[in-house]
């Protein structure tokens, strides 16, 4: 059984950065897409970024395009989300997941999810 655990997550200024990370464990990280989703309060959690299980191919929502990154650590079985110019908007719990494929972004086509961590930008 795979196991995700989030951690980066906390309080920071509009404009700030943050770097958020993801370590798995239990299962064998390259066989997996790695995706992060997020959701703001009162909403439904949203697709925001993946990156492919070679580390080069990685697709970015339009919300968060130019301004958060994601790369993954294969050795370390982690991957990364850094995020700059963060504004209120970005205010969600993140949550990192493993899913079979690039075409399937959808929650329910995950096969993995983490705990989450909060990121709260202040304005």
Do not use: H
Not at 1 to 17: C, H, T
Not at 60 to 75: M, Q
């Amino acid at each position: 059984q795979v196991q995700l655990v989030e951690s980066g997550g906390g309080l920071v200024q509009a404009g700030g950065s943050l770097r958020l990370s993801c370590v798995a464990s239990g299962g064998i990280f390259t066989n997996y897409v790695v995706f992060w989703f997020r959701q703001a309060p009162g909403k439904e959690r949203e697709f925001i970024a993946f990156v492919g299980r070679g580390g080069t191919i990685t697709s970015l929502a339009d919300s968060v395009k130019g301004r958060f990154t994601i790369s993954r650590d294969n050795r370390k079985s982690t991957v990364y989300l850094q995020m700059n110019s963060l504004n209120p908007e970005d205010t969600a719990v993140y949550y990192c997941a493993l899913g079979p494929s690039m075409t399937i972004t959808a929650e329910n086509g995950m096969d993995y999810w983490g705990k989450g961590t909060l990121v709260t930008v202040s304005s």
